[in-house]
């Protein structure tokens, strides 16, 4: 089955760190741009992070610049998104997508792979 898998998420305190991974299945990673985007309750879908195929190339929203981080192990098929000093407004579920073109943080667009989310919870 081709499919996006992400994992990591859970309940953080503020100021806590997390690491999501978003793992494909049944193709290869390295072929596409990979993005990380979030829904909270109430909002629309937003952009985080994206990573281009060899890593060569990135960008974040300006919310989460300097704290979080995205990379990639192709080797392993899978992305990253390291969340460091994790605020309330962090809270939502995340989202993997994989596009075969450069950088993008729209959520819309030509996406042909999207994960099924994993839930970030940044509370006290």
């Known amino acids: 089955q081709l499919q996006l898998v992400e994992s990591g998420g859970g309940l953080v305190q503020p100021g806590g760190s997390l690491t999501l991974s978003c793992a494909a299945s049944?193709?290869?990673?390295?072929?596409?741009?990979i993005g990380w985007f979030r829904q909270a309750p109430g909002k629309e879908r937003e952009g985080v992070s994206c990573?281009?195929?060899?890593?060569?190339?990135?960008n974040y929203a300006e919310s989460v610049k300097d704290r979080f981080t995205i990379s990639r192990d192709n080797a392993k098929n899978t992305v990253y998104l390291q969340m460091n000093n994790l605020k309330h407004e962090d809270t939502a579920i995340y989202y993997c997508?994989?596009?075969?073109?450069?950088?993008?943080?729209?959520?819309?667009?030509?996406?042909?792979?999207w994960g099924q989310g994993t839930q970030v919870t940044v509370s006290s």
């Open positions: 997508a994989a596009a075969r073109r450069g950088c993008w943080m729209s959520p819309t667009g030509d996406v042909e792979y």
């Open positions: 990573i281009t195929r060899l890593g060569g190339n990135t």
């Open positions: 049944g193709f290869r990673i390295d072929l596409y741009t």
